[in-house]
């Protein structure tokens, strides 16, 4: 219990400049938190040793489960968007690749079922988590190259919101096997 309390007052203080209600902040914070931990504890391998470092593990940035809840709410904020455009989630499918970002990212994504069975045989939760690592990575590239609402070409848009939402069911499956869940905003 002293630890999780630690770990979201750490998340709180990193939070502080955000403009949220206090509400959405302590869920946030507490969402954030048990992802830290867990994400941090089940990314290496059983048979490592590893040294907790409570910064390393709330940075909001590099192979950490408050990065990867980002990536999470950061498409979540784009499918809403969508959504509030008059945008329906369900009528989008997936496209031919437009650029070689969009291409990796279809590749990571390409990868899940073969990282689950490969994870289930040897019980090991370090490969959902490294597989998650890089997916958010292909995102967050693809996300930095690419107009996803700005996008003029009606079909092209829908393509690449299909792709969104292929990418957060398969991050919220794998944050969901790991045993934690993503907030809604951070």
Excluded: W
């Excluded at 990212?105 to 490294?130: D, R, S, W, Y």
């Amino acid at each position: 219990e002293q630890l999780l309390s630690d770990v979201e007052s750490e998340v709180r203080e990193k939070m502080a400049d955000r403009d949220m209600d206090e509400d959405v902040l302590n869920d946030a914070a507490a969402k954030i938190g048990l992802a830290a931990i867990k994400y941090g504890d089940l990314s290496n391998q059983a048979s490592k040793d590893y040294v907790f470092d409570i910064d390393r593990f709330t940075s909001f940035e590099g192979d950490t489960g408050p990065y990867i809840l980002y990536t999470i709410v950061r498409i979540k904020s784009i499918l809403n968007k969508y959504k509030e455009q008059g945008g329906d989630l369900t009528a989008v499918k997936l496209q031919q690749p437009g650029n070689a970002s969009e291409k990796e990212l279809a590749m990571e994504l390409a990868q899940f079922n073969t990282m689950i069975a490969t994870a289930g045989e040897e019980l090991a939760p370090h490969k959902v988590c490294a597989y998650i690592y890089d997916l958010a990575n292909a995102f967050n590239h693809f996300y930095h190259e690419t107009k996803i609402l700005g996008e003029e070409n009606e079909e092209r848009k829908q393509g690449l919101v299909a792709l969104l939402v292929l990418t957060r069911d398969i991050l919220e499956t794998c944050i969901d096997m790991l045993g934690f869940e993503a907030p809604e905003k951070m």
